[in-house]
Every structure is written in structure tokens, then in C-alpha cells.
């Protein structure tokens, strides 16, 4: 981020702090930073903060880490995980036992409907042109 970047993202940052009720003491101790870092990244001082940082910030404010990551300047995939990386990223805290029986109803869906959860491999989904369906008839 350049510095005017790196200003905006601080203030909105700062805004959603101050939206969830917290000091910057506060959410230093809620991410394991100290109140410094927090009040320099607020004023724009850290141009490029650690996503590591920007992860512990968001969990800590509620936020969506694309959203945060999106502000910050930083690469935002388009895409979404698989569906078992997203359970049990999502529900972490849930029961190891749980957790699987999740997994195992998703296979035995895929399984009846006869869905790829990968998608359709490479030209399986592809419209054939106007020359290759008069080469076909």
C-alpha cells in the first residue's frame, strides 16, 4: 500500500475497532500484539501489516478477513475451499466426532446426486463451437 492506502485502511480500521467497543489495548491483547502496533497501523504508519496480524484483527473485530485483506491491498482469492477444509476451518471448536459425521454426509450427497465436488475437468464443461457441431453432424 502506498501512504494515502495505508491512511484509509487505518481509519477504517480504526472505525470498526471503535464500532466493537474497543481500545486499542483491548484488541492488542485479544490478537497478542501490543497497542503500538495497533495505533501505528490505525495511523497509516505500517504500510504493509503481517496477515498474520490482519487475521488475529479481524477474528478479533468480527470480520470477514477477505474484507480486511480486500482494504489492505492484499490478493483476495475468488474462489472458495472445498467443502471439508470449510467445516472444519468454520466450525472448529465442533467435536472431532461431529466434524466427521459432517464429512460423511456430504460424501454419502455427492455420492447420490452424482456431483464432482471438484467441478468438471478441464473441456467437460466447454460449449462446442459452431465448426465442431457441423463436423458431428
Known amino acids: 500500500m502506498n501512504k494515502k492506502q495505508a491512511k ?8 470498526r475497532r471503535q464500532e466493537a467497543g474497543l481500545s486499542a489495548i483491548q484488541l492488542a491483547k485479544r490478537t497478542g500484539t501490543t497497542d503500538g502496533t495497533i495505533v501505528r497501523i490505525e495511523q497509516g504508519q505500517i504500510a504493509s501489516p503481517a496477515p498474520a496480524k490482519l487475521s488475529r484483527i479481524a477474528q478479533a473485530l468480527g470480520l470477514s478477513l477477505a474484507d480486511v485483506y480486500a482494504m489492505a491491498g492484499y490478493a483476495v482469492p475468488n474462489d472458495l475451499p472445498s467443502f471439508q477444509p470449510y467445516l472444519r ?24 446426486h452424482g456431483y464432482e465436488p471438484d467441478g468438471p475437468k478441464p473441456g467437460e464443461d466447454e460449449q462446442p463451437d459452431a465448426e465442431s457441431i457441423k463436423s458431428i453432424t
Do not use: C, E, H, T
Open 8 to 15: 484509509r485502511f487505518g481509519a477504517w480500521l480504526r472505525q
Open 89 to 112: 476451518r468454520k466450525y472448529r471448536d465442533m467435536p472431532a466426532r461431529a466434524v466427521s459425521d459432517l464429512d460423511r454426509a456430504f460424501r454419502d450427497i455427492v455420492k447420490r
